[in-house]
């Protein structure tokens, strides 16, 4: 019999950075702990749009990190935001390695991610919101191959 990390990765659990924040950490720990043994993949969404700590990082240890779309938007209008979202990106990349970002509205926003290393992106840039059909018209009418059309890095 297969043990649960044997499994393959059938779901993932977003765990929001504001959860950690007015939870206790033992409690969400203990379910951290329940959903891995389940075989799900923890991801920690939003980390740094609300009061976030990087001991968060060391007790949940995500699989992966979306940067809060707030810190995203404020990359195309100025420098100082560009070094912090690089700087969180290096930092996150040190306790996981995907590092994704929500938010992501224009192609200079996945340039400018995607020059500090982030990997990963959602929004508007990917697409717009859709009904459960059109994204079935969507996937159907595309290649397996051709889903993601952001070629890393950008040119």
């Known amino acids: 019999m297969s043990k649960a990390r ?10 929001s950075d504001t959860v950690l924040f007015e939870r206790k950490i033992d409690d969400t720990l203990a379910s951290v702990a329940k959903l891995r043994a389940l075989g799900a993949k923890i991801i920690l969404d939003g980390f ?3 009061p976030c700590s990087v001991s968060n ?4 240890k995500p699989d992966q990190v979306k ?3 707030k810190l995203v938007r404020q990359i195309v209008h100025s420098n100082k935001s560009r ?3 690089a700087s969180l990106i290096e930092i996150c990349s040190s306790f996981c390695s995907h590092v994704g970002a929500v938010g992501v509205e224009t192609p200079e926003h996945a340039e400018i991610l995607s020059q500090a290393g982030c990997r990963e992106v ?3 840039f990917i697409a717009k919101p859709m009904s459960a059909s059109d994204m079935a018209s969507v996937f159907e009418s ?3 191959t051709d889903v993601v ?3 890393y890095p950008l040119s």
């Open 6 to 15: 044997d499994l393959p990765i059938r779901f993932a659990f977003e765990l």
């Open 48 to 50: 740094g749009g609300a």
């Open 57 to 60: 990082l060391l007790n949940i």
């Open 67 to 69: 940067l809060d779309a």
């Open 83 to 85: 070094q912090r979202v």
């Open 122 to 124: 959602q929004g508007y």
């Open 142 to 144: 595309r290649a397996r």
């Open 149 to 151: 059309p952001i070629p």
